[in-house]
């Protein structure tokens, strides 16, 4: 009797211990969700060049300001190779001119403008002594980045506004550091070229100049409130749909990547340094001409269609014949 009194009690516990866990389940289902309940993707895949927008993306690599989510950083050599991989949706974020944004957007490459970081690295450099101003470059060789990059873009902009019309001035196409290093040799005059390699040349040329600042060009032309967006970071629409907390944590990042970077030059040169091989002086002497500030797409949207205007207005295929309407810009 004893014995089966012990089962039953035995039976009657493990019966509480199962109604108990069920009452307990069913009290963890009815608790509210999560605010955040999209899924964190497991890295984030980032196109960048040889730029200063790229100095913030080591910081937030060495710093894991992602909070648990991976960076894959790709380092690309040209605008080519880096839209190949937009357009077979390889890349997650990529830094781009802006023109090549549009134009890849017009081609109904499924991408958005979520940020513009660049206002202005370009300049006119020369050991010309005789050059002074754009039109004095009337009948000379001028040495620009890749045909239909963002420098050759502005270059025949601005040699138009000056009064020189297409072919007074003939426009030999080069990769940029190329062109710095024929400068540093004295066997070119006249060059386009962007921070860094600016710095690069002034240092061991003595005899180059800058001529002429884009940015401050752009804004005798346009006025002094408008600013000249040349790069920013398109997003995958399909990521940003898919992960849209990622998306505003990788904003948020790089936004603080980038104060850091412009406020604290000696020590994200030493990043630079590491990744990009640029000697840290010269990337710190670099950021004094360079204009590097975070803007979301929505916000920089107003300089940008300015600028694509004229583009347009200049050259159709510069922004593949048309302005995006406003789906190209990522909504805050």
């Known amino acids: ?16 211990l199962i109604g108990g866990c069920g009452i307990r389940r069913a009290g963890n289902e009815k608790q509210p969700a999560p605010a955040e309940t999209a899924e964190t993707p497991r890295k984030i895949v980032v196109q960048a ?9 080591f910081k937030i690599v060495k710093d894991g300001l992602l909070q648990g989510t991976g960076l894959e950083l790709i380092i690309y050599k040209s605008v080519e190779e880096a839209t190949a991989r937009v357009v077979k949706g390889e890349a997650d974020f990529t830094i781009l001119p802006v023109n090549v944004a549009a134009k890849l957007y017009n081609r109904d490459v499924k991408i958005s403008l979520a940020n513009v970081s660049t206002w202005g690295i370009l300049y006119l450099v020369s050991v010309d002594g005789s050059v ?14 890749a045909r239909g990059s963002t420098p050759d873009v502005l270059t025949q902009y601005l040699l138009r506004r000056s009064g020189l019309p297409e072919g007074s001035v003939k426009l030999t196409y080069l ?3 190329e062109i710095a290093q024929l400068m540093i040799n004295g066997l070119i ?3 386009v070229l962007p921070e860094p390699l600016v710095t690069q040349v002034l240092l061991k040329n003595q005899q180059a100049r ?3 600042d884009f940015f401050a060009d752009w804004q005798k032309l346009e006025g002094k409130t408008t600013r000249l967006p040349q790069a920013g970071m398109i997003v995958r629409n399909e990521f940003a749909r898919s992960y849209p907390i990622a998306v505003t944590g990788f904003q948020r990042a790089y936004t603080e990547a980038m104060e850091w970077t412009v406020t604290n ?8 340094e590491a990744n990009l091989q640029i000697p840290a002086p010269v990337f710190v002497k670099s950021l004094e001409r360079t204009r590097l500030q975070f803007a979301t797409g929505s916000k920089a949207k107003g300089d940008v269609q300015i600028y694509l205007t004229r583009l347009l207005e200049f050259s159709p295929d510069m922004v593949g014949g048309k302005i995006p309407d406003e789906k190209f810009f990522l909504v805050d």
Do not use: Q
């Not at 014995?3 to 039953?8: E, G, H």
């Not at 002074?132 to 980045?145: C, H, I, N, P, Q």
């Open 1 to 16: 009797m004893r014995k089966r009194l012990a089962t039953c009690v035995a039976l009657l516990i493990i019966l509480l």
């Open 49 to 57: 060049p040889l730029a200063p927008a790229t100095a913030p993306l």
């Open 132 to 145: 002074k101003k754009w039109e004095d470059l009337k009948g000379s060789e001028l040495y620009v980045g």
């Open 175 to 177: 990769g940029s550091p």
């Open 189 to 191: 005059k006249n060059a």
């Open 210 to 212: 800058v001529i002429s």
């Open 265 to 272: 030059p000696e020590k994200a040169a030493l990043l630079v």
